[in-house]
């Protein structure tokens, strides 16, 4: 954002402490532009702030009216009777700049420009800009333009024209809502209050001229009735702040959770290596989101469903055994339960063998007392055996969350049983979710069982995936991965040429399997005398750069003669007799690929994953915002199919995975910092045995211009 205001500056005289808190906290408002038709998107904003219970003072601004609803309507900022601390923009895009520099002249301390015509169309770029040089020149905070404005619960602010809005009750709830769709951010909004949770904040970010949604989620995680933050994102100006400000909301005990759209693939047409072909936006977002400790759901319903389960419910009480209980009345969802739980990689709590025979000595003999449970029907029949058994299941010491498991009268049931379940969710303080066989509750139903500590899940399915968000709130920060300690800077390579690239490789202490290059009426025994067979024939990487798919490597030579054959093969080729041509002694082991690539929302971004031919057929790679640390890097590595290959997959040797992970940090520290490297690729990174390190066999690197 060059040139915008600066949100970090120290306020002036009576100015709030962070200029954001003029946008959510406003005492009064002016609207510029505003009709008296209620009916007109530019009339609504002001029913809907009434109607919000709005307390500050409302200045209606259009010099066409004398009166608007009871209140005076004057026809300029300049009139008003004070400055007020929120200026709503209502007007066409090329009168946009001139109100926003009245405003500021005025004293005003914020803006929200909900105007269309900027950015979005050709000729409304050039109104983008001034409004944006204007906003900056008095250091005002502006929202949108081309957005649906904002929602200040607590406070009664809300301007925006969206029918969300179209209430007389709104419910408070520490929910907040950061949308780059205005339509999302209604829709997520309405959701929340329709149900009776609420929200805290809204904001519908727009263009993103001046301020974007990491300044407002910046704003969103500090503020003391807030739990979790919804994110709707198409893309991010600077995801490596993504980062930052999610570590700083796990600090703060809030959870991020982030629905990402516009999943198309990354930079295909200019990317030429593999692992740039294969880059998506998802792929790479879906990755820095488990990096950095941010919940990724797949739909809207999903992120309002996990804003409302982690706005309400604790989280899972960790213990050395712990997992999840299974309290299950049906005994064929025993299994289905248990399998989604290894899918989400949540674990079951072990039963102490006094609680396994604490049940087994109240329980029919067919029942099964080990978790996951089949208590049978028969605790239906007797109130008093389903209470003494669920409260030893839920007192159980590695009980960490616990799955209710009703059977095909479950909605009955679970009224029937309220008290008792939600009086054992009080008292433990742990997250207990009651699953049925596709019921589905009436929406204020739901929302009391929340109130008193009890989710309802329509199946398993949705019991299970509500227990893995909340698993991933309760996640300690994950430590901060500091920019590498200061060393001498490695020079950049002087040539994308093999050459060139292996010393640079060697700069890094990466190593890189031993080579010569022959040029015409070299002698090969003289030049290979060094080297033990079998060898590798191949074009240079400056000559063609994918030399597979052309025919250009050769693998398996044994002796010179084979050696001098294929070199001459590889030359007619390429259609020059004079031409270098790489030999290299042939190593095994395990196949790698280790990247770094410019990421347009990211920047530098580490790719580790299975490398080889096969790099674009099992794409089993994996993503790390840098900077980056060992712990992050072991992390993406054990996520990844790779893993099982470095620990020696049936039978082969166990790799020498902390040579793969020492290479991967050098790689990452050096190309990540140097600007003038736009990728780098090592494929195939053979890791060798244990013990005997790792060597790059192929290098192709991209340098900027």
Sequence with gaps: MSPAPNLAAAS????????????????SVALVGVSADPKKLNGIPLRHLQRGGFKGAIYPVNAKYDEIDGLRCYPSLTSLPEAPDVVLVMVQASDTAAVVDEAGRRGARAIVVMSSGFEETEGGKAFAAETRRVAAQYNMPLLGPNCEGLWSVRSGLVLTFGSAANRDVFHHAPISIVSQSGAVAGA?????????????????????????????????????????????????????????????????????????????????????????????????????????????????????????????????????????????????????????????????????????????????????????????????????????ALEIVAREPNTEALVLQFANRGPSDIRSRADMVANLAQTLDIPIIVSFLADILPAQERREMARRGMVAARDPADAVRYLSWLYRAAMDPVPDAAAPPASRPVAPPASTGWLDSARYLDRLSIDSVASVVVGHGQSLPELLSGMAGPFVVKALPEQVEHKTELGLVEVGLRDLAAVGEAVERIRAKLGDAHAGVLVQQMIFGVETVLSVIRDPDFGPVLVIGTGGRAVELWNDVGYLALPTNEDQVRGLIGRLKLSRLLAGFRGAPRASEDAFVKAALALANAAGAETSIREIELNPFIVLPEGQGAAAVDILIQLNA
């Design 12 to 27: 002036q005289g009576d100015m709030v402490a962070d200029p954001l808190d003029a946008l959510f906290f406003a005492r």
């Design 188 to 388: 997520l909004a309405r959701q929340l209050q329709n149900s009776g949770h609420g929200c805290a904040y809204v904001a519908s970010m727009g263009n993103e001229t001046c301020l974007d949604a990491l300044d407002v989620l910046a704003w969103m995680i500090r503020q003391d009735d807030v739990r979790v933050v919804l994110l709707f994102i198409e893309g991010l100006r600077d995801g490596a702040r993504l980062l930052e400000l999610a570590q700083e909301a796990r600090r703060n005990g809030i959870s991020i959770v982030a629905l990402k759209s516009g999943n198309s693939a990354l930079g295909k047409e200019a990317a030429s290596s593999h692992t740039g072909k294969i880059a998506s936006a998802y792929a790479v977002y879906n990755d820095v989101f488990e990096q950095c400790g941010i919940i990724q759901v797949g739909s809207i319903a999903e992120l309002v469903e996990a804003g409302e389960i982690l706005a309400t419910m604790p989280r899972p009480r960790r213990r050395p055994n712990g997992g999840i209980a299974i309290f299950s009345i049906s005994g064929g969802t025993r299994a289905l339960t248990a399998d989604l739980c290894d899918t989400y990689g949540l674990h079951m709590s072990q039963f102490e063998p006094e609680t396994v025979a604490a049940l087994e000595a109240i329980l029919p003999a067919f029942a099964h007392a080990q978790n996951p449970t089949d208590l049978t029907g028969q605790v239906l029949s007797r109130p008093e055996l389903f209470e003494q």
